[in-house]
Each structure stands twice: as C-alpha cells, then as structure tokens.
C-alpha cells in the first residue's frame, strides 16, 4: 500500500463481538497500529485475552485482506534495524500514535 487508503480495521472481542474502525493508512502495520489504538481506548479491550487478539485489517479500493496478531504488530514496532525504508515508516507510525496520546 504505497498510498494513504482507507483501511476497516476489525478486530473480535472475548465475547465474540466484531468491532470495526475505519482509518486511512499507507500500510498494513499503519492501518492495524491505528486500529489498534483506536481499540485500546474501549473497555472491552482491557480484557486479558485482547493481546493475544487477531486484527483483520480490509483495505478498500482494492479489495484485499490480511490478518495480524498483536503481538507481531507489537514486536514489529518495537524492532530496530531493517531497510531504510522499513526504519522510516516504524518512526512514522509511531509518530502517529504518539500524536493522539
């Protein structure tokens, strides 16, 4: 997604409720990070079993799907190193996260 698109990000719940945010995001670990912030500010999500919760992130315009475990996303922020490409949007993400806390 070399673009900003709009993403549904949705993600079940311990009771099997799908919740689903909306945000425009130019990859897939931008699109689920942003869900995912969006999900932690709920009181459902402070339940034990959200971390081990799996984020399925929609990308609109061109139809396609993927799916993403917490803690993947969390350890794939939190790595250092990489491409330079890949360094530059870890520090963008966080970035955007940082901006709404």
């Not at 673009?3 to 689903?20: F, L, N, Q, S, T």
């Not at 990308?59 to 250092?80: D, K, Q």
Request: net charge positive.
């Amino acid at each position: 997604m070399p673009e900003a698109r709009k993403c549904v990000v949705k993600m079940r719940d311990p009771e099997g409720i799908e919740h689903a945010v909306q945000v425009q995001a130019g990859s897939l670990y931008e699109a689920a990070s942003l869900g995912l912030k969006q999900f932690r500010r709920s009181e459902w999500s402070r339940e034990a079993t959200f971390e081990a919760g799996m984020l399925q992130v929609e990308v609109w315009e061109a139809p396609t799907m993927y799916r993403i475990s917490v803690g993947n996303l969390e350890r794939w922020l939190e790595r250092s190193g990489g491409s330079p490409r890949e360094v530059s949007l870890r520090q963008k993400i966080k970035q955007r996260l940082a901006a709404g806390s």
